[in-house]
């Protein structure tokens, strides 16, 4: 059940000051995405993390990065043992985004650590952390927004959109959310 407001107010987003470091960065992962990471076998999970680290991922054990995903900023990414990102799932990471033991996400998701402040002159980028913690669970087509912490063991349906944080235990389901369960 979501319990607090993630994307409702700007509170807990901070201002993301994109610098030229930031920039080269993205365009060197850019680079290695696109020549070493997306084109290698399906089962080269340990090549991917190795790839990841080398841009400043953490990245634990067992961890299963797919090909075919695609992830903004390494070095804002902290996946635990034993998580995983399917193929096809967008990591638009401006912000942090966190993966707890055995966290996984499905297909076609899109994971958005950012957003814009659009009552400031200039609509600035800003963001929030994005927390999937221990032994949760993102089906397939979700949107997880700024800000959102899906709790432990928490299971979020496909094709949901999710701007506001998720119980640990809960499953929910729908645009927005709504409770369908708790898990014992």
Same mark, same amino acid.
């Given at each position: ?6 994307? %409702? ?7 993301? @000051?994109?610098?030229?470091? #930031?920039?080269? /960065? ?35 054990? &067992? ?13 804002? *990414?902290?996946? %635990?043992? /034993?998580?995983?990102? @399917? ?5 638009? #990471?401006?912000?942090? !985004?966190?993966?707890?033991? #055995?966290? &996984? ?13 659009? @009552? ?11 927390? !999937?913690? @221990? ?8 949107? !997880?927004?700024? /800000? ?5 063991? %928490?299971?979020?349906? %496909? ?19 709504? *409770? ?5």
């Amino acid at each position: 059940m979501p319990d607090t407001p993630a994307a %409702a107010s700007t509170a807990g987003f901070r201002d993301i @000051d994109v610098t030229f470091r #930031n920039r080269a /960065g993205r365009f060197a992962w850019g680079l290695v995405h696109a020549l070493l990471y997306r084109p290698s076998p399906r089962v080269a999970h340990g090549w991917r993390c190795l790839l990841l680290r080398l841009f400043g991922a953490s990245i634990g054990r &067992g961890v299963h990065p797919y090909p075919r995903s695609i992830v903004w900023a390494p070095w804002n *990414l902290v996946m %635990a043992d /034993g998580s995983s990102i @399917d193929d096809h799932v967008v990591v638009y #990471n401006v912000a942090p !985004i966190v993966f707890g033991r #055995n966290a &996984g996400v499905s297909q076609y998701t899109y994971l958005c650590s950012a957003s814009r402040d659009f @009552d400031r002159p200039g609509r600035p980028v800003i963001g929030a952390p994005i927390h !999937i913690d @221990d032994d949760a669970w993102v089906a397939v087509r979700c949107y !997880i927004g700024p /800000g959102v912490r899906i709790g432990a063991r %928490a299971v979020v349906g %496909a094709a949901s959109v999710v701007t506001h944080n998720v119980a640990a235990n809960a499953v929910v389901a729908g645009s927005p959310p709504r *409770l369908l369960r708790m898990r014992d």
